[in-house]
């Protein structure tokens, strides 16, 4: 991937289901300077350290899932989803907003899944982390989770 400094230009999308160590993978990558956001949802009793997601991008999600008549949790099984045109200016913006602030910077949002295709059609240079757990140890909420990813 080159150096952290290089993820101003080529921000990195953190990809994963819900309870799947997203939030775990993000606490790592922002302790070692990766900026995931300045106003990140806060921690619950299920994850009492945080979850590591930029609220900005939590609430494009969710209004987009909300407009396209899917619930906000982003439970479907239509696959991709659709960024209103209403949305897709306040997305680019706040795109625009983080790459001008010229530091290291990704995002983590278990949704984001949904949308990958258009993030990735908005962010063609954009790195991609995938973090898979074992349904079974995420539906038990085990420690044991393997990292994958793509550049």
């Not at 930029?54 to 099984?77: C, M, S």
Request: with cysteine; aromatic share 8%.
């Amino acid at each position: 991937m080159g150096q952290l400094s290089d993820l101003a230009e080529r921000p990195l999308i953190i990809c994963g289901m819900h309870r799947s160590g997203t939030s775990l993978t993000a606490s790592l990558l922002a302790s070692a300077g990766l900026d995931v956001g300045r106003e990140l949802l806060e921690g619950n009793a299920g994850n009492p350290k945080g979850h590591f997601e930029d609220k900005a991008f939590f609430d494009v999600h969710q209004r987009a899932l909300i407009a396209q008549g899917v619930v906000r949790e982003g439970f479907t099984a239509s696959g991709r989803g659709l960024v209103p045109a209403a949305l897709d200016e306040e997305a680019r913006g706040l795109v625009a907003a983080r790459q001008r602030a010229g530091v290291a910077w990704g995002w983590k949002e278990p949704r984001t899944t949904l949308f990958l295709e258009y993030w990735q059609e908005l962010l063609p240079e954009a790195n991609h982390l995938f973090v898979f757990r074992d349904r079974k140890s995420t539906r038990l909420n085990s420690s044991h989770t393997v990292i994958s990813y793509a550049v």
